[in-house]
């Protein structure tokens, strides 16, 4: 791992053991909130840190994969942990930050980094429109069950089912594209073999290990001061799910995918924030609606709000435009922050 003196960021982990004690302690819940936030996105960069030392064994692809699922498991436990509290409409909000975020925010700000450092940079076209036709089908999937909810309403058991359903094929897709994108990648080599990894790949798993579970631990603190934060603040409990939550748990993708963009490794870039996106999506959004079987007090739905769901679909469209030439520059980078801003203005003002 790298020095603190070397990474000044790492001294954020100072937080994680005053948490823990003023957890204890029994704190204001907004102190310890606000706490558990900067303790958890230097973990999220530690374990960006540890997916980048393996994901340079291998190429793009399997790389990219590597990134985004590791980078998605404190995601993962932070709303796994909001099901079990109950925090069903929290848990929503941040399945569709978690996609808007990495499609706008951590790709414009690759996208902005690489461009500023080396012009205009390439990548693959054919990765790329497949991730995005890949997004679409994921708003469409969100999308059905809204639809219908608002077309039959009072139904709530068709409701659940048709969204165990939808969950089921969401899966199976997201696998089958697993499929074809190690097949399209078959021949892919390690992006340098592992010289440069730093880490043996036995030390980036138990970094990996001993990382994940004091995010566990400190997801469990800060799901609990959720709701005496949002109330002391006096901001919707829909706002923290849609842009605090995702960006402290998307902390390691957005490290790295701006760290590769800036040395013109682009393919890299996208695979771990498109990648992410759809992972989220495709997998972890209908994943979590069959744990929350049995791991929460209520089943989880995929009824989405409205303006989630056009925030969504807003999203996938510019990224689907940026990604049509292959090319890409600082200001398309420019252009997807821009996006990001406007729509998380909406939702700060939106009443929920």
Known sequence: MKSIKADPFLWLLIAAPVVIAGNYLKWNP????????????????????ATEALSRYTGPKVGGLLNASLGNAAELIITLVA????????VKASITGSI????????????LVGGLRNGIQR???????????????????LAIPAVFYHTVPGDSMAVEELSLGVAA????????????????????????????????????????????????????IMVGAVEPTVASLGIS??????????????????FVAITVAARDEMDLSLEIALGSSIQI????????????????PHPLNLIFHPFELAALASSVI??????????????????????????????????H
């Open 30 to 49: 907004t102190l310890i909130f606000f706490l558990s936030v900067l303790a958890i996105i230097p973990l999220a960069k530690v374990m960006g840190d």
């Open 123 to 141: 990548f693959d076209r054919t990765t790329a429109g497949l991730s995005a036709t890949q997004l679409t089908l994921a708003v469409i999937a």
């Open 169 to 220: 094929v969401m899966i199976v897709t997201y696998v089958l594209n697993l499929v074809f994108g190690m097949g399209y990648y078959a021949t892919e080599k390690p992006t340098d073999g592992g010289k440069s990894a730093g880490w043996s790949f036995g030390k980036s798993l138990l970094i990996l290990g001993v990382d994940t579970l004091f995010i566990v631990w400190l997801s469990e």
């Open 318 to 351: 510019i990224a689907a435009f940026i990604s049509q030439d292959g090319e890409s520059n600082w200001m398309e980078g420019v252009q997807l922050i821009s996006v990001f801003l406007i729509i998380a203005l909406a939702f700060f003002f939106l009443p």
């Open 100 to 111: 808007i975020s990495n499609i706008l925010l951590v790709t414009g700000a690759a996208l």
């Open 83 to 90: 099901i079990r509290a109950g925090l069903l409409d929290l």
């Open 237 to 254: 409990e829909f706002f923290v799910g849609i842009i605090v939550i995702p960006i402290v748990g998307n902390a390691a993708e957005n």
């Open 281 to 296: 999506a495709l997998f972890v959004a209908p994943l979590l609606v069959f744990l929350s079987l049995f791991v929460g």
